[in-house]
C-alpha cells in the first residue's frame, strides 16, 4: 500500500517536471518570437526629443513661430566614449555630468549637428525669432497661450502640433543593447497647419530695425491700403522664455502698445479740418500771432512769435494751433465728435477676440469752449491707440472710404487646406472724396515744406501729419506722433509711429517714419 502511494506522488512529480522543461523549451525557441518581443518592448526606453504647438505664419507663407532650426544629441551613456564630444558642440558640462549620473539616454541641446559615439544629432524647427512678440503671445508650463494670438487660437494650435520622439532597448541593467542604435519617430511634427497672420516678416524686420533705433517706448503700426496689418512693434520688448522677470517691472514690457491709447495731439487736426470742410466752417484766413484767447484761458501756438497770416492749407502743414482752435470753435464740439466717429473712433479696433484696440476716448458731458479748443488740436482727455492714429490716415488716402484693419487672414489646416477668417467689419463712407483729397494734399505738403520734412524719404514720396502731444504725467510728458502713408500719388503703405516722451513728433516720430519707408521702398524694388 505504502508502495503504491508513493509510486504516484513520483509519478505527479515526473508529470509536473516533463511540463515544466516543454514550457522551457517553447520559451527557449521562441519559434514565433513572442517573447523575445515581450521582452523588448518591457526594457523599450523612450525619450520626447521636441514637441511644438502648431505654427504661426507671416501672408508669405513664412513661419512667425518655430522658424529656426535647433538641434537636439540624443545620448547612449553606455556608448558615449567622451562627454566632451558634447561640450565641444555648445551642451554645459555641469548639465552633461547631471543627466549622465542617470546611466539612461537622454536629450540635451547643442549648437550644431555632429557625429560621435553614442550621440544621435537631430535637427528641427524648434526656435522663434521672436519678431512679434506682442502679438504672437506666449503659452505656459502648461503648453497653453495666455496672450496674443497663442491665446486667441490655443485649441487649434495645440492640436495642430507634434512630437519627435527617440526609442531604444535597454538591459536589464538598464545599460543599451549592443547594435540596437536610437530609432527616431516623429508624431505629427511636419503637419503645417497654423494661423495665417496679415504680418509681412520682412516689413516686420524692418519696422522692428527702425525701433529699436528711434523708439525706446512708444509703437509702430504699418499696413497696405487694404488694410492688411504688415508690422506691429510695441517698446521695450520681451523674451517669451523669461516672462516671470517682467511682472514686477516698472518699465512695462508686457503691455503692447500698439493697442494703447495715448494723447493723440495735432495728428486729430486732420480730423478737424475734415469736419470744418464737410461743414463749411473753416477760415479762409487767419492771423496767428502766437497764441489765441478762449475764454479766460490762452492757447499758445508752438511758434512763439506766430505764423502771420494762414489759411486752412499753411495752418495745417505748419500745425498751427490758433487756427484750428479757431476753426474747431466754429465747427462746434458735437460736429468734432461726430467726425471724429466718421473715422472710426470711438469704438475698439478687434482684430479676433483676444486682440483688440482699446476704444478712443472721446466724449464729455460738459462741454465748454476750452473743452472745444483742446479737443481741436488732439490736446486734453482726446486719447487714441497707434492702430487708429493708422487708420485715420486709412481713411484719407482710401478717399475718405472707413476701411477695416486686418491681422488674421486665415487657419491653415493639416491637409493644407485654408479656412478664410471673417472680421464683420464693413467698409462705409466716411467723408467726401473730395474732402480726403484736400486732407492728402495738405499731408504731403507737410512732408515737402512744412512740419514733417524730417519724414522726407530718400527716393520716394510720402504724406503725412506730426504731433507733440502733451500728456500731463510725470512733469508732463510730451509724446511725439508722426501718421503718415507712402508714395504720395499713389499710397501703398500706411505707417503711424508714436515716441512716448519724444517730445517732438518732427524730431523723434519722423525720422524713425522715413527710415521705415525707405527700407520698404528698397525691399519692394528689389
Partial sequence: MQEKKLFTVFYIFILCLSVLLLRIMGIALDNDGRYSSAAVRQQTYSLDVVSRRGYIYDCNGERLTYDTDGYIAIVS????????????????????????????????????SFKADGITVVKVPMDSSELLNHITGYVNSDGDGVTGIEENFNEFLRSNGGKVEAHTTLTALSKQFGG?????????????????????????????????????????????????????????????????????????????????NYNLGSVFKIITAAAAIENGTYSESLV????????????????????????????FINSCNPYFIATGLKTGYVNLIDMAKRFGLGKEKVLCNKIKGSAAVLEKSRVTDGLTANVSIGQGDI???????????????????????RLIEGLKNSDGSITEYVSGEE???????????????????????????????????????????????????????????????????VISVIVEN?????????????????????????
Fill in 383 to 405: 486719447t487714441v491707440s497707434p492702430l487708429d492714429a493708422a487708420s485715420i490716415v486709412l481713411t484719407v488716402v482710401n478717399g475718405g472710404e472707413y476701411t477695416p484693419m
Fill in 288 to 315: 496767428c500771432d502766437g497764441s489765441i484767447k478762449v475764454g479766460d484761458r490762452r492757447f499758445s501756438c508752438h511758434k512763439e512769435e506766430g505764423h502771420g497770416e494762414v489759411d486752412m492749407r499753411n495752418a
Fill in 427 to 493: 467698409k462705409y463712407r466716411s467723408i467726401k472724396k473730395e474732402t480726403a483729397d484736400i486732407l492728402k494734399q495738405m499731408m504731403t505738403d507737410t512732408v515737402n515744406e512744412g512740419t514733417g520734412t524730417s519724414a522726407k524719404p530718400e527716393n520716394t514720396t510720402a504724406g503725412g501729419k506730426t504731433a507733440s502731444a502733451e500728456t500731463g504725467w510725470k512733469n508732463k510728458e510730451v509724446h511725439g506722433w508722426f501718421a503718415g502713408f507712402f508714395p504720395a500719388d499713389e499710397p501703398k503703405y
Fill in 502 to 526: 519724444g517730445r517732438s513728433g518732427s524730431a523723434s516720430a519722423a525720422p524713425c517714419f522715413a527710415r521705415i519707408v525707405n527700407d520698404i521702398d528698397n525691399l519692394k524694388s528689389k
Fill in 77 to 112: 551613456p553606455s556608448e558615449l566614449k567622451s562627454k566632451y564630444a558634447l561640450t565641444l558642440h555648445g551642451a554645459g558640462l555641469d548639465e552633461v555630468e547631471e543627466k549622465l549620473k542617470t546611466k539612461k539616454p537622454f536629450c540635451i541641446r547643442v549648437d550644431e
Fill in 180 to 260: 540596437t542604435g536610437v530609432s527616431i519617430f516623429s508624431e505629427s511634427y511636419e503637419n503645417e497647419a497654423g494661423v495665417i497672420l496679415t504680418i509681412d516678416k520682412e516689413i516686420q524686420k524692418i519696422a522692428n530695425k527702425a525701433a529699436d533705433e528711434y523708439v525706446e517706448k512708444g509703437a509702430v503700426v504699418v499696413c497696405d491700403t487694404k488694410g492688411d496689418i504688415k508690422a506691429l512693434v510695441s517698446r521695450p520688448d520681451y523674451d517669451t522664455d523669461s516672462v516671470s522677470d517682467y511682472l514686477d517691472s516698472g518699465e512695462g514690457e508686457l503691455i503692447n502698445r500698439t493697442l494703447r
